[in-house]
């Protein structure tokens, strides 16, 4: 990573919108996810009415840390797919992601299932769309 790569940007974005739709569809993740996150069938059956909008702003998002990776990456002069996992990836994880998501279990009594789901959720997603920014 030298410089900044627009294609492998929109390449990390889309990789993380498909491996979300894939990690929470009901025969991965899903089901559980929803269960321990007290999700109603109901309000399920509300937010897939509204998806493309959700979609489209969780485009927007994934673009936004891909965009941030890149820059970190470049900054941090990652060149290989062991520092883009152990450096960029992992790091971004352990640093801030992890922490953050532990706010809801110390704090608002999620579970840890829960906590686990999404924690590995992100660390998954924040690997592959560091290793996508390599290419």
Known sequence: MFEI???AILGAAVANVVLGMVWYHPKVFG???MRLANV??????RVNKQM?????FGFLSSL????????LGIILG??????????????AWIGF???VLLGAVLWEGKSLKLYAINAGYWLVSLIVMSV???L
């Open 5 to 7: 790569n627009l294609w």
């Open 31 to 33: 089901s559980m996810w």
């Open 40 to 45: 109603s069938p109901e309000t399920s059956a």
């Open 52 to 56: 493309p909008i959700r979609v489209f």
């Open 64 to 71: 936004i840390i891909a965009y941030v990776l890149a820059n």
């Open 78 to 91: 990652i060149f290989d797919v062991i520092g883009a996992i152990l450096d960029l990836a992992f790091s």
């Open 97 to 99: 992601v992890a922490p």
């Open 132 to 134: 996508v920014l390599l």
